[in-house]
């Protein structure tokens, strides 16, 4: 516990400063940065790198899928990054059937997509709202908030399991303590922005519908436990305690935003219809 709050005084402070820079590009190369990371870790975990036709393609995509997907001088070319990146796996397979199975190429293609997907919606926070350095602090916040809850609640007081063949230690209890800390993450950061942007800008110019917020991070918080549990999944079948070690006390990068991966997404998709943030007329 102590080294994963160490952990947390260092990154923290970093994390903070990427945001202060307020900067879409910034943001980009740290999503960039932490999908190749994601995904070459689950290579590792599944023994697949050690194939380097197939490690070195799912490489090459998941470092250049955010760019083609945010950067609109070269977007319209992403269907043609993603249909040669299936043809070139599919390829492999061929010429090397007799290694290279069907359920590998399925699953790398698989993740090689969705962690650069998802992670590059926190790109589309930040870039495509008025307000979007808040959101890119919500889609982190509300599932790492929510995951210290349920981690601490449950260390203190879990004796009811959720799913004991897929996560032993995550409990009920905890699961709660998640979710009571997704609720105050909303209302501290939903009361707080307006007030402070007010104490820097010299004046409030907008609110922030709270009771929505809440129902966001509740909702937020449920699709951080299912991610949470889908990379529990595969460490279990692949029998590895972590995806990897770059994070003391935290694991990989994948172990700490296994559960970024669908709340995201879900936060970007939602906030499209309906943003909490409203101006003052």
């Known amino acids: 516990m102590l080294t994963r709050i160490m952990t947390a005084v260092v990154a923290v402070p970093l994390l903070i400063f990427l945001?202060?820079?307020?900067?879409?590009?910034?943001?980009?190369?740290?999503?960039?940065?932490?999908?190749?990371?994601?995904?070459?870790?689950?290579?590792?975990?599944?023994?697949?790198?050690?194939?380097?036709?197939?490690?070195?393609?799912?490489?090459?995509?998941?470092?250049?899928?955010?760019?083609?997907?945010?950067?609109?001088?070269?977007?319209?070319?992403?269907?043609?990054?993603?249909?040669?990146?299936?043809?070139?796996?599919?390829?492999?397979?061929?010429?090397?059937?007799?290694?290279?199975?069907?359920?590998?190429?399925?699953?790398?293609?698989?993740?090689?997509?969705?962690?650069?997907?998802?992670l590059s919606t926190i790109v589309f926070l930040h870039k495509n709202f008025d307000k979007g350095v808040y959101y890119v602090v919500l889609a982190l916040l509300i599932p790492w908030i929510s995951d210290a809850g349920a981690y601490f609640i449950g260390s203190a007081f879990g004796k009811h399991k959720m799913a004991p063949k897929i996560s032993p230690k995550k409990s009920w209890e905890g699961f709660f303590g998640g979710l009571a800390a997704a609720i105050v993450t909303a209302l501290v950061v939903g009361f707080g922005y307006p007030w402070i942007d007010g104490l820097i800008n010299g004046g409030v110019s907008f609110k922030v519908n709270v009771l929505y917020l809440v129902?966001?991070?509740?909702?937020?918080?449920?699709?951080?436990?299912?991610?949470?549990?889908?990379?529990?999944?595969?460490?279990?079948?692949?029998?590895?305690?972590?995806?990897?070690?770059?994070?003391?006390?935290?694991?990989?990068?994948?172990?700490?935003?296994?559960?970024?991966?669908?709340?995201?997404?879900?936060?970007?998709?939602?906030?499209?219809?309906?943003?909490p943030v409203y101006m003052i007329a």
């Open 215 to 275: 129902l966001i991070a509740v909702i937020g918080s449920v699709l951080g436990v299912i991610g949470d549990f889908s990379a529990s999944l595969l460490k279990r079948q692949c029998m590895v305690k972590d995806f990897g070690n770059i994070i003391p006390g935290h694991g990989g990068i994948l172990d700490r935003f296994d559960s970024v991966l669908f709340v995201a997404p879900f936060l970007y998709i939602a906030f499209s219809f309906i943003e």
């Open 19 to 118: 945001l202060y820079l307020d900067n879409t590009a910034v943001i980009l190369v740290a999503m960039t940065f932490a999908a190749a990371l994601a995904v070459g870790e689950v290579l590792l975990a599944t023994k697949y790198f050690s194939n380097k036709g197939v490690a070195a393609v799912c490489m090459i995509y998941a470092t250049a899928m955010p760019s083609f997907m945010c950067i609109d001088s070269i977007k319209r070319f992403f269907p043609m990054l993603a249909g040669a990146f299936l043809l070139v796996m599919f390829v492999i397979m061929l010429f090397d059937h007799e290694k290279v199975k069907f359920e590998e190429i399925a699953l790398m293609s698989f993740v090689s997509f969705l962690i650069p997907l998802s």
